[in-house]
């Protein structure tokens, strides 16, 4: 039946991509009389709008609207869980880069210098920009969480060793490579057609409807592709769609905004940046006994998704160690920078940094090999209780890392690395292997669910649409290979076509790794529907039941009778039997109670663990990556050649992170790395040539689409390999002793972490 | 005076003449070409998104010859177009709809997730296949360096290059590049353009003469050469220029001349051009410019621009700083030499007189014993702005250091020499003390400001620890 699950199947737009043919939003032929709008940004971090003169501005040539706060019919508002994230700044502005106001012109050239004729009187006010301001102003977005287990406190204090530190890990800009774009198109009546760059289509559809103040029924969001997204689409998207949305329905024109990238990366949010300060004691062989950690996250000026990306941080700050006695204080602060957001990890990077440097220090302390501290720790029988009450049931930790220190040879390259160090002055070499726990499911239970539509035709050909999007992890071509293998066809067969609210209502959007989980049982179950209707109607006077009906190769069999697939549907089709069905799926097993913090959040973890070398130049602080090994468990592959593009891209963003991406913001608050040339993201030349990457074969313990597991964000974490072979490499500068080395690893803070090692 | 540009879109000639000059490659393929196959990432020729790949006739009439450059379309005006062949993703499918081997090779080694920035990377892989086969992992990668994808972490993509690319190429562009290259030559009137559109005027030159009348009869006016930091005044600032000069044909300021040990640069040479010449003076003069801007920017900037624009932190200025180069200044009639030390006269702000302009630098080759190292600092190691940039040439006679010269980009408002320094070094024995005690003096000779791409102490230390690295390569 798997004809197509389980092969290395190439992307459904694969040939379109690579001809230029794939249209994303801004590529779509505009309509007649199509307007451009331009987004006028806030040049302060916090300032009182004390007046807008837009007089000049609507009588230049080609404008067509100038949209204030004032001019929104409904709720001046796109945050996605939380109100405060105005559309339009309301007198306020609170962070430098958000938006004013917009103008609608004939040409984007004409609303850009309308809007920069718009006179906007501001008040500068006090900004918070950093950590300690915030804690001590109490300047929160949501209230503080803590998590706790056993007696952290009496651990602590009776643990034979104890060390305290303070870790500081980076912010990431997800330099997807098409940026934010909407195109609205008015309808009749309020009807209004969305066609929006975005992980969530339907929450695009009701943060428009409820700006527009107009049923949700008026309103249809679509999205065949993404040019890339990694959570910076999610609830970023909304407001460009949005203010599209406004002009179109202002002006009865359709309206395209599309942010240029200066603009893009000033106006949208980001990934948090955490700082994390701990106190651990442990015994002798590097065993935790007490942990306290106190995460505080810079959220920016509003709530966003910040309750779920710091309450994910929470769950995974034991990564893949057991920690008996734990006490852990979640800090969300408010600080007049734009509202950082979903991202890949979506908070679990930033939790498992912190706990990676534990045991980190723990090593360097009793002297003993990290990988020897991490192995120790790890969750297994008699320690598999996370600190949230979430029992680690299928746990492959141990033999994955045996598998992967094996395979990578790191006993022999350890050595390797130490005669290399002991030869080479100027020149060390670090060498790191860490593991990645990573928790699968929506830890908001509503977002677990997902809907699908697959019609048959009675040419043979299958349409399937679900809640998905399709932005690049190659959802699309994975559902196909399920709908196809349902009826035994060739994914050639299978269309999938673009997402859209008026097809799929009420998704989910395609974020925490969910997508083919979800939508591919939803699509399943849709065509099983469909597939179990057409079996009845072939096997009526065949001689066999129903189920005993096959769908194989093309045709379908029952028994003697034998029917290429299209003559099934036609016969269906005569016999008056619906060849269109929905499918739905909600995940099963997961609950939670966020007032004790225990409960069973996850259906399952994904596994993985990386092996990475550096040579650091302790001159410069410059360093070559000169090997990794990755050993990830996608459970059995749906499709290996996907799966590999998504460990290997994962990787290479999550290194990207701690090492060359930093975001520098001056001292107003205005971010000054806004464009490629600024913020550097890994090239070619930062990926070693020496890459092995294998899976760990092994099915999914849970009933997944093809006992596959999730692969979307899982990976980024390996590149917390990396950022630990560089602190291996500064550690060989002091003899061993833990290198203060914060994220991200540029070379001015490993070359400084040297010094501080060697002063 | 010919008002209109003419090139070949794929093989279709276009004639276009009313056009904003500074009305990019990218904007007219998109919004007016209707071909949209193209991408806009990031408008400053940082991402590659854009990538088109520019033809022209290579070798004289008769041999027969395409030669095909990746370049970055959102950085690309219209003129730079005329007389040659615009191709763009659009182009490379057969007329059988058959996908040209690097696109096969793509979809075959799944180089494309999102799609968005693989455009760009079809078409420097076509340039990469053009360029004659036997491709490594390690030149692909430098080929591609200039085309940032967020999705696939590259291995499949360069794995797609080196599979695609390792044969010299044999395909229906090399088939009819006999013709393309007649069709461009027919083109090919000689003539200087004067390109007018509302509120702005360009001159193309064919000439160096008519260049200087044009420069002295418009002081004013902006010199275009390839484009790669002037354009983005027009694609980040949004600056309407005026009057331009495109120095885009005169072919004067591309040539090579050897004056015994001393090479004139034509100030029109891009990087790439150049390079072959800079790998003869020095070879690490040549890696340097490799680690400037990726492919798609070397094949348009120019050695003049980088000295033109008065950046401090091109990188070209510490190394010709420190080779003793001088330029050849042209006003109207007359030259004048400079030494490249007092060209430099503040941020942004440069010795040339109204009317005059930048004909040709002179770089006398390092003598053979002199010790040449050139060390660029930056945070990735490709297309990259150099954090710092060190440039050191020592002549060091009997074990005694008899000249010094340490240039620096990125350590103070322009490309400077650090005289302290230098001194410390002079007639001192070469050794670690006189490089300590140089490295002690650059805290008087460099003012680094803090920036986002290091610190002014980072920066600092930068600098000491590369004259360290200088004298532990040579002590080495």
């Keep these: ?759 | 005076m010919r008002p209109e540009i003419r090139f070949l879109l794929g093989d279709r000639p276009v004639r276009l003449a009313g056009l904003s000059p500074t009305l990019t490659v990218l904007a007219w393929l998109r919004e007016q070409a209707r071909l949209a196959g193209t991408k806009e990432g990031c408008a400053e020729g940082d991402c590659g998104a854009c990538t088109v790949v520019l033809g022209e006739p290579q070798g004289g009439p008769g041999s027969g010859g395409m030669r095909y450059r990746a370049v970055n379309a959102c950085l690309l005006f219209m003129p730079a177009l005329d007389g040659r062949q615009l191709l763009t993703v659009e182009h490379l499918r057969g007329a059988d709809g058959a996908l040209h081997p690097v696109q096969q090779a793509m979809v075959e080694h799944h180089g494309s997730q999102c799609g968005f920035c693989t455009p760009g990377f079809v078409m420097a892989l076509f340039a990469l296949y053009q360029g004659g086969g036997g491709v490594t992992r390690a030149a692909a990668a430098e080929a591609l360096a200039g085309n940032l994808c967020r999705c696939t972490g590259y291995r499949p993509i360069l794995d797609a290059a080196v599979a695609s690319c390792a044969a010299p190429a044999e395909d229906r562009f090399t088939a009819a590049a006999g013709d393309t290259a007649a069709a461009l030559r027919a083109l090919d009137d000689g003539a200087s353009l004067v390109l007018d559109a509302p509120g702005q005027r360009c001159f193309v030159p064919a000439s160096l003469d008519e260049l200087a009348a044009l420069r002295l009869e418009h002081p004013g006016a902006v010199l275009l050469a390839g484009g790669t930091d002037l354009g983005l005044r027009v694609t980040k600032r949004h600056e309407v220029l005026e009057t331009v000069i495109s120095l885009e044909k005169v072919a004067a300021l591309r040539e090579v001349v050897w004056q015994g040990d001393t090479v004139r640069l034509g100030a029109g040479l891009t990087y790439a051009e150049a390079l072959p010449t800079l790998a003869g003076l020095h070879p690490e003069f040549a890696a340097l410019v490799r680690r400037i801007g990726a492919g798609q920017v070397r094949e348009r900037g120019t050695l003049g621009g980088n000295l033109g624009n008065a950046s401090p932190i091109g990188d070209t200025p510490p190394a010709l700083l420190a080779l003793g180069a001088r330029l050849v200044l042209r006003r109207g009639g007359e030259q004048r030499e400079l030494p490249l030390e007092q060209f430099f006269l503040g941020y942004r702000q440069t010795a040339l007189a109204p009317g005059e302009f930048i004909e040709a630098i002179l770089v006398p080759r390092p003598a053979p014993d002199a010790v040449v190292r050139i060390f660029k600092v930056a945070k990735r190691f490709d297309q990259d702005i150099s954090t710092c940039c060190g440039a050191f040439q020592l002549r060091i006679v009997d074990g005694v250091v008899r000249q010094a010269r340490l240039a620096w980009g990125g350590m103070a408002a322009v490309p400077c020499r650090s005289p302290n320094a230098e001194a410390a070094l002079l007639g001192q024995p070469w050794g670690e003390a006189a490089v300590r005690a140089a490295m002690a003096a650059l805290v008087d000779d460099l003012r680094p400001l803090s920036d986002f791409r290091g610190s002014a102490a980072y920066r600092l230390k930068l600098a000491q620890n590369l004259l360290l690295k200088l004298w532990l390569g040579e002590a080495a």
Aim: hydrophobic share 45%; net charge negative; with cysteine.
């Design chain 1, 1 to 759: 039946m798997n004809a197509n699950a389980g092969r290395p199947l190439a992307h459904e737009s694969g040939v379109r991509h690579v001809s230029g043919e794939a249209q994303y939003v801004d590529d779509i032929a505009e309509p007649a009389g199509c307007l451009h709008a331009f987004i006028l940004l806030s040049p302060h971090a916090h300032a009182r709008v004390l007046r807008v003169d837009a007089g000049a501005a609507r009588a230049m040539p080609g404008v067509a609207a100038v949209l204030l706060a004032a001019d929104v019919p409904g709720v001046n508002d796109v945050g996605p869980a939380f109100p405060g994230d105005p559309i339009f700044a309301d007198g306020l502005v609170e962070y430098a880069g958000q938006s004013v106001l917009a103008v609608a012109a004939e040409t984007l050239a004409q609303a850009r210098a309308a809007a920069k004729a718009v006179v906007v009187a501001y008040e500068p006010l006090p900004a918070v920009m950093d950590i300690d301001t915030a804690l001590a102003a109490e300047s929160f977005v949501l209230p503080t969480q803590r998590m706790r287990r056993g007696e952290p406190e009496a651990a602590l204090a009776q643990a034979k060793h104890r060390l305290n530190g303070r870790h500081e890990v980076g912010g990431q800009d997800h330099f997807y490579l098409e940026g934010q774009v909407a195109l609205a198109i008015p309808g009749e009546d309020d009807e209004l057609r969305v066609i929006s760059s975005t992980q969530h289509p339907t929450e695009v559809q009701h943060l428009v409807a409820r700006a527009l103040k107009v049923p949700d029924h008026a309103v249809a969001c679509e999205t065949r592709r993404l040019g890339g997204a990694f959570g910076g689409k999610e609830s970023q998207a909304s407001l460009i769609a949005v203010v599209a949305a406004l002009v179109a329905a202002k002006t009865g024109r359709a309206c395209k905004l599309r942010l240029d990238r200066d603009d893009d990366m000033l106006l949208t949010g980001k990934r948090h940046d955490f700082r994390i300060d701990w106190d651990v004691g442990f015994d002798d062989a590097g065993m935790i006994e007490g942990l306290d950690l106190v995460l505080a996250s810079r959220c920016g000026m509003s709530p966003d998704l910040s309750a779920a990306i710091n309450d994910r941080a929470m769950f995974h700050s034991d990564n893949a160690y057991f920690l008996p006695n734990v006490s852990i204080t979640s800090y969300r602060c408010k600080t007049n920078m734009v509202s950082a957001t979903a991202f890949r990890g979506f908070g679990g990077p930033q939790g498992m940094m912190g706990i990676e440097a534990v045991v980190d220090a723990i090593a360097r302390h009793l002297k003993l090999d990290p990988l020897v501290v991490r192995q120790r720790n790890f969750y297994r029988a008699g320690r598999d209780t996370t600190h949230y009450g979430m029992v680690v049931e299928d746990n492959p930790i141990e033999p994955l890392v045996a598998q992967l220190a094996e395979s990578s040879a790191y006993q022999a390259r350890r050595a390797a690395v130490a005669a290399f160090n002991a030869t080479h002055s100027w020149r060390k070499r670090g060498l790191a292997l860490t593991p990645v726990k990573f928790g699968i499911s929506f830890t908001l239970l509503a977002m677990n669910q997902a809907g699908a539509l697959v019609h048959v035709y009675t040419d043979g050909s299958v349409q399937a649409n679900h809640g998905g999007v399709e932005m690049g992890q190659g959802l699309h071509t994975k559902i196909a290979q399920l709908v196809a293998d349902e009826f035994g066809l060739d994914i050639s067969r299978v269309r999938i076509t673009a997402t859209a609210t008026d097809k799929v209502p009420n998704t989910s959007p395609t974020a925490a790794s969910s997508g083919t989980d979800l939508n591919g049982q939803a699509a399943q179950r849709a065509a099983r529907t469909i597939r179990e209707r057409m079996a009845a109607v072939v096997a009526e006077g065949s001689g066999v039941s129903a189920d005993a009906v096959l769908f194989q190769g093309g045709e379908v069999v029952a028994g003697a009778r034998r029917m290429s697939f299209a003559e099934a549907a036609k016969l269906a089709h005569r016999n008056r039997v619906s060849l269109s069905s929905t499918g739905y799926y909600r995940t099963p097993k997961i609950h939670y109670d966020y007032a004790t913090q225990q409960g069973r959040p996850f259906f399952y973890f994904a596994w993985g663990a990386c092996c990475a070398e550096v040579e650091v130049d302790t001159l410069t602080g410059e360093y070559r990556l000169l090997r990794v090994d990755i050993l990830h468990d996608v459970g059995r592959s749906l499709n290996p050649a996907l799966d590999r593009g998504q460990v290997e891209g994962g990787f290479v963003q999550g290194m990207g992170w701690l090492t060359m991406e930093e975001l520098v913001w001056d001292g107003e608050g205005r971010l000054r790395t806004h464009a490629p040339s600024t913020y550097k993201i890994p090239a070619t030349g930062d990926v070693p040539a020496d890459l092995r990457v294998e899976f760990f074969d092994r099915p999914n313990a849970e009933a997944t689409v093809h006992r596959a597991k999730a692969v979307g964000e899982p990976p980024l974490m390996l590149g917390i390999a990396v950022f630990h072979a560089l602190r291996d490499a500064v550690a060989a500068c002091g003899e061993g002793r833990a290198a203060p080395l914060d994220a991200p690893a540029t070379p001015e803070r490993v070359l400084f972490a040297i010094e501080a090692l060697r002063a």
